[in-house]
């Protein structure tokens, strides 16, 4: 089932990888190519971060490994957790905008997956309390949206996601509507919820600084239809703290991707 026409795997293979994509080249309807032909394996519990310039192909990838859409020829696969009943996705999708229903609560917000996989309430319900500990927002179970700062909103987004119990969390530029702070402090919460959580973390962002603060690997895009143009990997003392931020070896990671970066942008204008 390899190439050409596209094809989807149901499983992977046994070498711990989470996602694995090879040769897929995503056209649009329209025929804009946006994508590929791109190889990407991402290995199970591994934070990556696809960087690359606006309208390169990011959040087409992220759909394409969230099944939202077909790939034109080439391979994507993804593992699938050995159990899905229970309202269980192998897959949790965090979007740029919180996407919240403004008409009721943030608990509500927080079970709608579980409703919509018909799960029995009293153990939605300890599912949503849970999500809601994770993420710091027990406290504001019953307020509704209109009363969430925009942080609070976008944790409202990621226990909505995490109430699935997903093996895989795709988050496309979650944090780019925020205020620099708001933007810190959920990055070291992302952190940390990976840590203790260990799910697999593809990350969209065009934010140089942020990726190497919170990649093991940075992968750095090409203008569309983009591919990968490098690798970076960033290997520093664990668990990274806001004392990462202001290292040599951060500034040292954020100049090697910055000039991966660079070539594509050049013939654009600022
Ligand atoms: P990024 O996330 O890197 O900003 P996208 O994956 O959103 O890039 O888009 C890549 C390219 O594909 C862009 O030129 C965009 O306009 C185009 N594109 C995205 N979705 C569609 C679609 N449904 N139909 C046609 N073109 C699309």
């Known amino acids: 089932m390899e190439n050409s026409p596209a094809s989807r ?12 994509l090879r040769g897929v080249v995503k056209a649009y309807d329209n025929g804009l190519v946006a994508l590929g032909p ?23 990838a992220l759909r394409l490994i969230a099944a939202l859409s077909a790939a034109t020829s080439g391979t994507v696969r993804v593992a699938r957790p050995a159990v899905t009943e229970n309202g269980r996705h192998p897959i949790g999708f965090v979007f740029q ?9 943030v608990r509500e917000n927080v079970r709608l997956p579980l409703k919509l996989a018909r799960v029995a309430s009293s153990q939605a319900n300890a599912r949503v309390d849970e999500a809601l500990a994770r993420i ?3 406290e504001f179970a019953d307020s509704y949206p209109r009363e969430l700062s925009g942080g609070m909103k976008m944790r409202v987004s990621l226990a909505r996601a995490l109430v699935t119990d997903p093996d895989i969390l795709l988050m496309d530029e ?21 840590r203790s959580l260990r799910k697999t973390v593809i990350f969209v962002t065009h934010s140089v600084f942020e990726s190497v603060y919170l ?12 591919r990968i143009a490098a690798e970076i990997t960033i290997e520093t003392k664990e668990p990274r703290s806001e004392e990462f931020r ?11 991707v910055s000039s991966a970066l660079a070539p594509a942008y050049s013939g654009q204008s600022a």
């Open 9 to 20: 795997g149901a499983d992977i293979d046994p070498a711990g990888l989470a996602v694995d």
């Open 38 to 60: 791109i190889d990407l394996a991402v290995r199970r519990g591994e934070f990556v971060s696809l960087l690359g310039p606006s309208g390169c192909g990011k959040s087409t």
């Open 97 to 105: 905008e919180p996407t919240l229903m403004p008409w009721t609560t």
């Open 136 to 138: 710091g927002l027990s």
């Open 174 to 194: 979650p944090f780019a509507a925020l205020d620099e702070i708001t933007r810190f402090r959920l990055n070291n919460d992302l952190l940390a919820l990976w």
């Open 215 to 226: 990649s093991q690997r940075v992968l750095v895009m090409t203008p569309r239809p983009g």
């Open 246 to 256: 202001t290292s040599a070896d951060y500034a040292g990671y954020c100049r090697r």
